[in-house]
C-alpha cells in the first residue's frame, strides 16, 4: 500500500514554475513509494494543471473537487 502524503497548495501561485514543482516533487515521492494529493488547490492552478496535461498525476483530495 502506497503512503499518501497531503500537500496544501493554498498559497501556491498558479505559474507553470509551480506546476513544474509539483509534477517533480510527485515523481521524487513515487520514487520513495510515497503519493502526494494536493489540498486547497485555487481554480487557477487546477486550470493550469490541466492545461499542461498533469491533472492524472497531480491528484486533489478527494471530495476536494471544484464544482
Request: hydrophobic fraction near 55%; proline fraction near 4%.
Amino acid at each position: 500500500m502506497t503512503e499518501v502524503l497531503l500537500c496544501d497548495v493554498c498559497m501556491l501561485e498558479a505559474r507553470a514554475t509551480s506546476v513544474d514543482a509539483l509534477a517533480r516533487l510527485q515523481l521524487a515521492a513515487v520514487r520513495l513509494g510515497l503519493f502526494i494529493v494536493l489540498r486547497n488547490a485555487s481554480p487557477e492552478l487546477l486550470e493550469l494543471i490541466a492545461f499542461m496535461g498533469l491533472a492524472d498525476v497531480l491528484v486533489l483530495e478527494p471530495g476536494r473537487q471544484p464544482e
